[in-house]
């Protein structure tokens, strides 16, 4: 586990199982939030999203958290690169309310969380199949799931839920 792509639904807890996953590997953390999004919220150019992918999955190893859903121009530039895919599948009652307890969001956002098992699984799911056959991919569907995996890891590298 050397190159890790986290996804899933916004209010999951990506960001929060990206710092502890790379707590337990050493690897370094990159949220895309972070990078894609420009101060006053319009979405990066998708051609200068794809150069910045490039550019980071040139490292040696990594952890890219972020789902960017409907604005993600460039999940295959990752899925290519990666050797471990974790997708966060929680259900839309944790994950709203985790977003509500996190601040106020855009309408857009609240879109693609509602919709995200009937528009965005089943596309992540078939970029997963097309760019990415050889990573290890791990579906973790609720908080117990996520501390099974984190736990097999620091205990002997083994992790349950392989997609």
Not at 31 to 48: G, K, M, S, V
Not at 93 to 99: D, G, H
Request: charged residues 30%; contains cysteine; glycine residues 6%.
């Amino acid at each position: 586990m050397r190159r890790v792509v986290i996804l899933g639904r916004g209010g999951a807890g990506k960001s929060t199982f990206a710092r502890r996953l790379g707590d337990v590997t050493k690897l370094p953390v990159i949220e895309l939030d972070a990078l894609f999004w420009e101060p006053d919220l319009t979405a990066t150019a998708p051609d200068r999203w794809a150069a910045r992918q490039q550019e980071l999955v040139r490292r040696d190893a990594w952890i890219l958290d972020g789902d960017l859903g409907p604005y993600d121009s460039a999940l295959d530039v990752r899925l290519r690169a990666a050797d471990t895919i974790v997708v966060l599948d929680f259900s839309f009652p944790r994950c709203a309310w985790r977003a509500i307890r996190r601040g106020r969001e855009r309408a857009d956002f609240w879109h693609w969380v509602w919709a995200y098992r009937r528009r965005s699984l089943p596309r992540i799911t078939q970029a997963i199949t097309a760019y990415a056959p050889h990573a290890d991919t791990h579906l973790l569907r609720n908080p117990r799931a996520v501390r099974r995996f984190l736990a097999g890891l620091s205990e002997d590298d083994q992790a349950p839920n392989r997609l």
